[in-house]
């Protein structure tokens, strides 16, 4: 089998076996690398003229510690799916480990500067802090209408990416994935209080994901509902509860 190993054009042959992402980023010439990458994908894969567009339309952005940051501009986005597919994913990454000789995870992200990664990353921050403020029961630092609307863009961005999101049975599938999470978000936002305009604003946050997944909103609430109930039996079901809120 032939050695699949990126070499860069910048080595020198007595250097030929050094990895291109050897020393500092500055030093990695990250076009380059992703040309390589484009030219090895359809080795391991049949080739897919969706791949093949979505791949050409990348942009190389950082090398930021084992992670390459790829993007797509707003325009191109759409076409981000074929290359979340579980498949070219992983052949993409196993590409990048065989060049560092080091796991690189491959992240692609809506934007093609560096700025517009570093505004996704101060995002991803204030998710982590309203999901680690939920766990800890701070939610007066954190009103629960922002963290649902925080959490229900991440998972718009999640399903637009998606590829044949349109067709019924991939809808199916990604609504099953989203249910033990909205269950479990659900569970957090109202562990300590449970009022009427807590139950609006995720019921709110139901409506928004379900036109996402094109489905009825009381379909996405019924199956988040029946996955509380088979997990927790014992605890009190939505409509004990708003029971309870009216006496």
Same mark, same amino acid.
């Given at each position: 089998m ?6 860069s054009?910048?080595? /020198? ?5 050094? /990895? ?5 980023? =500055?030093?990695? !010439? ?7 990458v484009?030219?090895r ?14 791949m ?6 950082t090398?930021? %510690?084992d ?11 759409p076409?981000s =799916?074929h ?5 070219? &994913? ?11 000789? *080091?796991?690189? *995870?491959?992240e692609?992200?809506?934007?093609? /500067?560096? =700025?517009?990664w ?6 991803? &921050? ?5 999901v680690?403020?939920i766990?800890?029961?701070k ?6 209408? @922002?963290?649902?609307?925080?959490i229900?863009g991440e998972?718009?961005? &999640?399903?637009?990416?998606?590829? %044949? ?12 994935e ?5 269950? %479990?978000?659900? !569970?957090?936002l109202?562990?300590?209080? @449970?009022?009427?305009? *807590? &139950? ?5 946050a139901? !409506? *928004? ?13 019924l ?6 109930m ?6 009190? /079901?939505v409509?004990?509860?708003l %029971?309870?809120?009216?006496?």
């Amino acid at each position: 089998m032939a050695d699949e190993t990126l070499v860069s054009p910048n080595h /020198s042959s007595a250097s030929s076996e050094a /990895s291109p992402f050897s020393g500092s980023e =500055g030093g990695i !010439d990250l076009t380059w690398v992703w040309r390589e990458v484009r030219k090895r994908v359809f080795i391991k894969l049949p080739f897919s003229l969706g791949v093949a567009d979505a791949m050409e339309a990348v942009v190389p952005i950082t090398l930021q %510690d084992d992670a390459f940051i790829c993007g797509l501009s707003p325009r191109d986005y759409p076409l981000s =799916g074929h290359l979340h597919a579980t498949q070219v &994913r992983n052949t993409i990454e196993n590409i990048l480990r065989q060049a560092a000789r *080091r796991p690189i *995870r491959f992240e692609l992200i809506e934007g093609t /500067s560096i =700025g517009d990664w570093q505004i996704i990353q101060e995002r991803q &921050r204030k998710a982590h802090s309203a999901v680690v403020a939920i766990a800890e029961q701070k939610l007066q630092e954190h009103h629960y209408d @922002d963290v649902l609307n925080q959490i229900v863009g991440e998972l718009r961005v &999640r399903i637009m990416a998606t590829t %044949d999101r349109t067709l019924p049975q991939v809808r199916a599938h990604l609504m099953l994935e989203l249910i033990p999470q909205l269950a %479990d978000i659900e !569970d957090m936002l109202f562990a300590e209080q @449970d009022t009427h305009e *807590r &139950r609006r604003a995720m019921a709110r946050a139901i !409506d *928004r994901i379900a036109s996402y997944l094109e489905v009825l909103p009381f379909t996405l609430a019924l199956e988040v509902e029946r996955h509380r109930m088979s997990m927790h039996p014992d605890a009190p /079901s939505v409509n004990s509860k708003l %029971d309870n809120l009216a006496t």
